[in-house]
């Protein structure tokens, strides 16, 4: 009997906002930038992730995050496939739950935390367990700035889009993982462009973007919006952003 292509992970609460939620993790991907990782997904349990997005509802898988499809932003997700995908084959009943044995849905695989929705949904109890045994993961969270995110500062890169995000992350004890708009924006101290743009380096294989689960001191990543999406990321002009900061 061929084992399943994903399992069930999570089933309850998000984390965010208390509404329903379900993660799932696939165990086979084909996507050549990430390289063959478990993905890990994170969706609403009772709406099609169109449909979540449409209602404006997917604050409960993304939080705050300002690139969200239902505010007009860059996410780099087409939600109506990979996510959508896999929200119909749980509906079908495809994914076993694995909540009872999740230490071994990472073992000995690299372990991608949110291939769509953000970590911070989902108990961190839930990462801890399929990291267990991992050879190691990548994860982002955009919900750095909010204090019950803290814990996941050992498992995620802090998202941050302009200098002023990076400095403040930073402080909080965050590394980062910045978008630059142009090719000609600052690289900031301590950081590093992604290896994958520069080596075509798999996640699966660089997995530098982990957080501080390797200790504190660690460089941060950078990579320079691309692609069709481009024109719609926000560019926020970093002058005005620190006169604003420091006037907090």
Request: charged fraction near 20%; glycine fraction near 10%; aromatic fraction near 8%.
């Amino acid at each position: 009997m061929s084992k399943p292509a994903g399992y069930v992970i999570y089933r309850g609460p998000s984390q965010l906002d208390g509404a329903p939620i379900v993660a799932i993790a696939t165990m086979k991907s084909d996507n050549c930038k990430t390289g063959n990782m478990v993905q890990t997904w994170i969706l609403r349990d009772d709406a099609s992730p169109v449909e979540t997005s449409k209602a404006g509802a997917d604050a409960s898988i993304c939080g705050d995050c300002k690139h969200r499809w239902s505010l007009g932003g860059a996410c780099y997700v087409n939600i109506g496939q990979g996510p959508g995908s896999v929200y119909r084959a749980y509906k079908r009943g495809n994914y076993p739950d694995a909540t009872a044995v999740l230490a071994s849905i990472g073992g000995n695989r690299t372990v991608r935390l949110g291939a769509y929705g953000d970590p911070a949904a989902v108990p961190i109890e839930v990462w801890r367990a399929i990291l267990t045994h991992a050879r190691g993961h990548t994860g982002y969270t955009h919900q750095w700035r909010n204090p019950t995110a803290a814990p996941l500062r050992s498992l995620c890169m802090a998202s941050v889009d302009t200098e002023a995000e990076y400095a403040a992350a930073q402080r909080a004890g965050w590394r980062t993982f910045r978008v630059r708009c142009t090719d000609d924006d600052t690289v900031m101290p301590r950081e590093f462009e992604c290896v994958s743009d520069t080596k075509g380096t798999a996640c699966a294989d660089c997995r530098a973007c982990d957080g501080t689960a390797r200790g504190p001191g660690q460089a941060s990543v950078f990579i320079t919006v691309h692609g069709s999406l481009k024109s719609r990321f926000p560019r926020m002009d970093a002058l005005c952003e620190r006169q604003a900061n420091a006037a907090l």
